[in-house]
C-alpha cells in the first residue's frame, strides 16, 4: 500500500491548469467543466492527474494507455489489471490517493466547527453515537470526524456509494489503534482501518482489507 498527498495551497496558473485538462479524458473534462466552484475544479482535475502519474509511473505505461472500466456504482478501476486498486478524496487544501493490490477506500475530511451532535444522531449508529457522546468534550469534534471518515473508507473500499448509508454499519474502537467493524450483514469479511491526521485541520482514514499500513 501507498498514500500520495498533493497540497494545492498554490493554485494553479491558467496554462498548467490548461495542460492537466489536455491529460484527462472527455468526459472527466466535461464534469469538471460543469463545476461553478474554482476550487472544486481544482481538486477534481489534480486527483485525476495524481493517479494517472501514479499509474504511469508504477506501471510504466504512457498516459494514453490508461483506460478505466467501472463498477455498478461508478467506482473507477484500472482496466485489465486485477491487481492494482487506487481510491481518492480531496478535501480543502489537500488532494490525496492509496493504491494497492486489492480494493481500498481513502477519505479526507477538514476539520471545522460544525453541528456534529445532530449529523453524528441522524447519520450514526446508536452505538457509535452514544461513543461520541462519552468522549471529552473538548475531543469530541475531532473524534467526529474520526468516525465519519473511517466510515467513508469503508464505503468507498466496497465500492458501493450512496447505496450503502452510514447507519448499515458501526465503527466499533477497542482502544485508540484496535478499530474493527459491525454490520448488518450477517457474515462481514474482516477490514482493516488506520486513521492519520496529515495537519491539524484535517483527518484521513484508509479501509482495506488487510493490516498493510504505512506507519
Known amino acids: 500500500m501507498n498514500i500520495y498527498a498533493v497540497n494545492i495551497t498554490n493554485k494553479l496558473d491558467a496554462d498548467l491548469y490548461e ?13 469538471i467543466n460543469k ?14 492527474i495524481l493517479v494517472r502519474s501514479i499509474i504511469c509511473n508504477k506501471l510504466k505505461i504512457f498516459n494514453e494507455e490508461i483506460e478505466y472500466e467501472y463498477n455498478s456504482y461508478g467506482k473507477p478501476k484500472l482496466k485489465n489489471s486485477k491487481e492494482f486498486h487506487f481510491n481518492i478524496s480531496h478535501s480543502g487544501d ?13 477519505d479526507i475530511e477538514k476539520i471545522s466547527p460544525i453541528e456534529y451532535i445532530d449529523i453524528a ?3 450514526f449508529k446508536e452505538d457509535e453515537y452514544n461513543w461520541l457522546l462519552a468522549q471529552k468534550d473538548r475531543e469530541k469534534l475531532e473524534y467526529f470526524y474520526k468516525l465519519w471518515t473511517l ?22 474502537f477497542d482502544t485508540e489503534y484496535n478499530i474493527s467493524i459491525k ?33
Open 94 to 106: 489537500w488532494v490525496i490517493g492509496v493504491v494497492d493490490n486489492q480494493p481500498v477506500g481513502i
Open 151 to 172: 466510515k467513508e473508507s469503508y464505503i468507498k473500499m466496497m465500492g458501493t456509494g450512496l447505496s450503502m448509508p452510514l447507519d448499515s454499519f458501526s465503527i466499533l
Open 121 to 123: 444522531k441522524k447519520f
Open 19 to 31: 495542460e492537466f485538462l489536455s491529460l484527462i479524458d472527455d468526459s472527466k473534462r466535461a464534469k
Open 183 to 215: 454490520s448488518n450483514i450477517g457474515s462481514e469479511r474482516e477490514r482493516y482501518f488506520k486513521t492519520y491526521a496529515i495537519d491539524k485541520n484535517y483527518m484521513i482514514a484508509v479501509c482495506s482489507e488487510k493490516d498493510n499500513f504505512i506507519p
Open 35 to 48: 463545476f461553478k466552484n474554482s476550487d472544486d475544479k481544482i481538486r477534481t482535475l489534480i486527483a485525476d
